[in-house]
């Protein structure tokens, strides 16, 4: 977004926190961002590896230690990193994007951020209140949902600049510096080849899936919303508008009346207002997504006609009411026509049925034909990777009808295709072929649903299957009944584990998971395969 | 993007919703020419015209060979537009339009409102306006009279005077007597931008409508309003500045 000319609002240099303030990146309703440079300063910021000198070297300036702590920490503590459903995708390029990203990043040492000022002075009251209440969701979120697609919270700063009566009291999100936006990016080279197109796809879809899993909404997926990081990752941002799904019934979130018109789904052009503001379903965001498919492949134009946005949200209040036809552009890959035109049905009802990890699903099944095609420009460990996704939709769709990507496939499953080298850069165990589990949830209710995947409905897997069964010792991975897992072993005495109507094991499978290992315990499951004990 | 109203005046007051793409015919009808709208004036042709809706305003047509159509915004100071005999979609810029038919008498007409009219935020930077700005769902025309009554309904809260107290509608009627242009909104009117309010731009649920069998909709309705668009920020403290002087010395300001 280039910004108009208004002249730079915030001085360069300012410091804001152990950053300081470089050019401006962006403008827009909320506030201004500006790239960011962590300042050399003599604390070390409580960085156990210390070195201050603003060099780049890849044993640590500051900045190498404080980033290589926090890439640590979401690795170690664990927080969401591999709770979604790209574990195996991720491990599988370690030395390629994704993760590894940060990793050279921060080693990198001259690593930039981006600073998102939303100033409260100079406004109204109220006005103010609207700003640090949009603030307060986009850092609350930030802080507690990390995850490889979504833009990462470095720090928020609360600015104390008597000097600056215009930034004091603003509040800065110091955040990942993003290379450009996908919108730039559809606005410099028009629509995207299909193999290009459906990487980025697939990193949204990603990102979507594991957010609507934590339970959150968007609100606000676009273009401008989608960023690209220097090694070509996708990283949603702006979650100034994100809200987390209704606690009691989780099926509605509530939003402040805002949104791009050109992504609002078309219910949301007569919903009704109330104090809490809008309701919204996670199917807004796949209506969001089924405009942003079609815009990737035709250079940003919706596939809704009409000059303005106004003019765009009429027709799709005509196509919602049956009166005009959706009409995508033929230069949307087939696959992805129907995925857009799934995800653009009119009635919420049956665009409920598609959830972001369905779409997924499909999108990596796509994204594996796309990589196979001719022309496909994806550099050869990009293409390697595609191949990946290829051969794990493959193998699930052979291993069993429950397509949940994360499950590993099994060796035996895809040695008839193309993943030689799949082989060696991602699976190392040698499990027994074809052991198995079923995930079984004792409580009907999440039985009958379970194809919802219903956070309430999610079980957890054990780091230890020895210690305490504590919030430490559950891997972000969760599973939902119904889920097929590969079991390589089995631990007979393990801590004993009672279920909700009592019944008491203490035995425990170790499973394997697109991101590691983890452990079932036998009261989660109604099968009992023939794993040896574990050593 | 829900289209348009369109409510006859006439006994029985008759009011009909058209969507985007959708067209409604008015004229006194007859079983070879169906009409939607029936306008039960003897000088008024059986097919006079077509309303058909497009993007967030409407098109007029005049079937009519030999007279001319007015379209009035009330709100306009005397604007208004005419669209000849025999016109196809006439584009009509107005919110609030007011058709106004020839006849022997005073004149037939009929109101039409457009609430999908978009504004842009006004707390967004002017210039480099670009289609992907995040917006605020409901846009209001500070201009109009339907946001001074809303301001008004506000002013007590915004004040800080009470943090209960929501002005009838009589006190509004008082509150706005000295505003140079719409000193005039009787109480029916500002009942009317109220509804218009409610029902059609903010599109109002009550807290007591979500519970049924409670009979205490009116009453919410206003409260609700007056506790969104503050919540929302679609009304605040810059916007007191569009009322009227509160003290009688304060008058000559408003001319």
């Known amino acids: 977004m280039p910004v108009s000319g208004a002249g730079p609002r915030v001085p360069r240099g300012l410091r804001v926190g152990d950053w300081e303030v470089g050019e401006p990146i962006a403008e827009g309703g909320w506030g201004w961002v500006y790239e960011g440079r962590r300042v050399a300063n003599t604390d070390a910021g409580g960085s156990s590896t210390g070195p201050t000198a603003a060099g780049r070297s890849s044993t640590g300036p500051t900045a190498a230690g404080r980033s290589t702590d926090a ?8 927080a969401v990193d591999g709770g979604h459903g790209t574990g195996v995708t991720d491990r599988g390029r370690a030395a390629g994007a994704g993760d590894a990203g940060h990793g050279t990043g921060a080693a990198g040492g001259d690593r930039a951020v981006a600073l ?5 002075a100079g406004l109204a009251p ?3 209140r609207g700003l640090a209440e949009s603030a307060r969701r986009e850092s609350e979120f930030g802080r507690r ?3 490889p697609r979504l833009i990462r919270l470095l720090d928020s700063v609360v600015l104390d600049e008597p000097d600056h009566p215009q930034l004091d009291g603003a509040v800065v999100l110091v955040m990942e510096r993003a290379e450009r936006s996908l919108r730039q990016l559809l606005e410099a080279e028009g629509p995207l080849a299909g193999g290009a197109g459906t990487r980025i796809l697939t990193q949204i879809c990603e990102g979507l899936a594991h957010l609507h899993a934590l339970g959150w909404v968007h609100g606000d997926l676009k273009p401008d919303n989608v960023l690209l990081m220097a090694d070509g990752s996708v990283r949603l941002s702006d979650f100034g508008l994100a809200a987390e799904l209704d606690g009691t019934l989780g099926t509605h979130a509530w939003m402040p009346p805002a949104g ?5 789904p078309p219910e949301r052009w007569r919903a009704p207002l109330g104090e809490r503001g809008v309701q919204v379903r996670p199917s807004t965001d796949i209506w969001a997504l089924g405009i942003v498919i079609h815009q990737v492949f035709t250079g940003g134009a919706s596939p809704f006609p009409g000059a303005t946005a106004a003019a765009r949200g009429a027709a799709v209040q005509e196509f919602a009411a049956g009166r005009a036809p959706l009409r995508l552009d033929p230069a949307v890959p087939e696959v992805w026509r129907a995925l857009a035109a799934d995800c653009l049905a009119p009635a919420h009802e049956s665009r409920a049925a598609h959830t972001a990890q369905e779409v997924l699903t499909r999108v990596r099944a796509a994204e594996g034909d796309a990589s196979d095609a001719p022309g496909d420009t994806a550099p050869p460990r990009r293409r390697r990777r595609l191949v990946l996704g290829a051969v794990t939709a493959t193998a699930l769709g052979a291993a069993t009808a429950v397509g949940w990507p994360y499950i590993v496939a099994d060796n035996e499953d895809h040695t008839a295709g193309k993943g030689t080298e799949v082989h060696t850069e991602n699976i190392s165990g040698t499990a027994s072929a074809g052991a198995r589990v079923t995930v079984f949830n004792v409580e009907k209710y999440c039985r009958d649903r379970a194809e919802a995947r219903d956070p309430i ?3 957890g897997l054990a780091v230890d299957p020895r210690a305490a069964y504590t919030i430490d010792n559950v891997v972000p991975t969760r599973v939902w009944h119904g889920d097929v897992l590969p079991a390589e072993c089995r631990m007979s005495k393990g801590l004993p584990v009672t279920d909700e109507v009592g019944t008491r094991t203490t035995t425990w499978y170790k499973v394997r998971l697109r991101d590691g290992r983890a452990w079932l315990p036998a009261v989660r499951t109604k099968d009992r395969p023939a794993v040896p004990e574990c050593a | 993007m829900s289209g348009i109203v369109i409510h006859l005046p006439q006994e029985p007051a008759q009011t009909v919703r058209l969507g985007p793409g959708e067209v409604a015919r008015f004229g006194r009808g007859s079983d070879a020419a169906p009409v939607e709208l029936r306008l039960a004036d003897p000088s008024v042709s059986r097919l006079a015209g077509e309303i058909r809706v497009t993007d967030e305003h409407w098109l007029l047509s005049n079937f009519s060979a030999t007279q001319s159509y007015l379209v009035e915004n009330p709100e306009g100071a005397g604007e208004y537009l005419r669209v000849p005999p025999r016109r196809v979609g006439a584009p009509i810029p107005f919110e609030f339009a007011r058709v106004v038919l020839p006849t022997r008498g005073s004149g037939v007409s009929f109101h039409v409102f457009a609430p999908d009219h978009v504004y842009l935020d006004p707390s967004g930077p002017e210039g480099d306006h670009r289609g992907t700005r995040t917006l605020t769902a409901y846009s209001l025309d500070q201009t109009a009279a339907y946001f001074l009554v809303l301001v008004a309904l506000c002013e007590p809260r915004l004040r ?5 107290a929501v002005p009838t509608t009589p006190e509004i009627v008082e509150r706005l007597r000295r505003h140079p242009q719409y000193g005039r909104l009787t109480a029916r009117a500002v009942s009317a931008h109220i509804d218009y309010l409610a029902d059609e731009k903010l599109r109002i649920v009550s ?11 009116r009453n919410g309705k206003r409260e609700t309003l007056v506790g969104v668009a503050l919540r929302f920020g679609l009304v605040d403290e810059r916007h007191l500045g569009l009322l009227p002087a509160r003290t009688p010395s304060g008058a000559g300001a408003c001319r």
């Open chain 1, 71 to 78: 890439t640590d920490r979401d690795r170690g503590a664990g």
């Open chain 1, 116 to 120: 998102k000022f939303m100033p409260t």
């Open chain 1, 126 to 128: 109220r006005q103010a």
């Open chain 1, 145 to 147: 949902n990390r995850h």
């Open chain 1, 260 to 264: 791009t018109p050109d992504y609002l």
């Open chain 1, 457 to 459: 409905c999610s079980l």
């Open chain 2, 160 to 164: 800080d005077e009470s943090a209960l």
């Open chain 2, 207 to 217: 807290p007591a409508e979500r519970e049924p069998g409670r009979g205490a909709r």
